[in-house]
């Protein structure tokens, strides 16, 4: 696909870092699988990565993390 940021780059796949906040929790989450743009890096989640990843920041917010690094399991 062609990158909607820089419209010059295509996507392949790859995996990401991605950080996300929700209330007062930061979540790093290593090796996401994405699409990954060749020219700039932007990525681009299929529907269930991101489902997999607002899961995973819910329960670190309901437990209390204030901030949590771990790796991306489906």
């Known amino acids: 696909m062609k990158c909607l940021i820089c419209k ?3 996507t392949a796949a790859g995996k ?3 950080t996300a906040q929700r ?5 790093v989450v ?3 699988p ?5 020219n700039c890096g932007e990525h681009y989640l299929a529907e269930e ?3 997999r990843l607002s899961e ?4 670190a917010e309901q437990a209390g993390t204030e ?3 771990r790796r991306y399991a489906a």
Do not use: D, L, M, N
């Open 8 to 10: 010059h780059g295509e």
């Open 30 to 32: 290593k090796e996401v």
């Open 16 to 18: 990401v870092t991605v």
């Open 56 to 59: 995973i920041a819910e329960q």
């Open 49 to 51: 990565a991101a489902r």
């Open 67 to 69: 901030v949590e690094v």
């Open 23 to 27: 209330g007062s929790c930061t979540i």
């Open 34 to 38: 994405a699409q990954v743009c060749g």
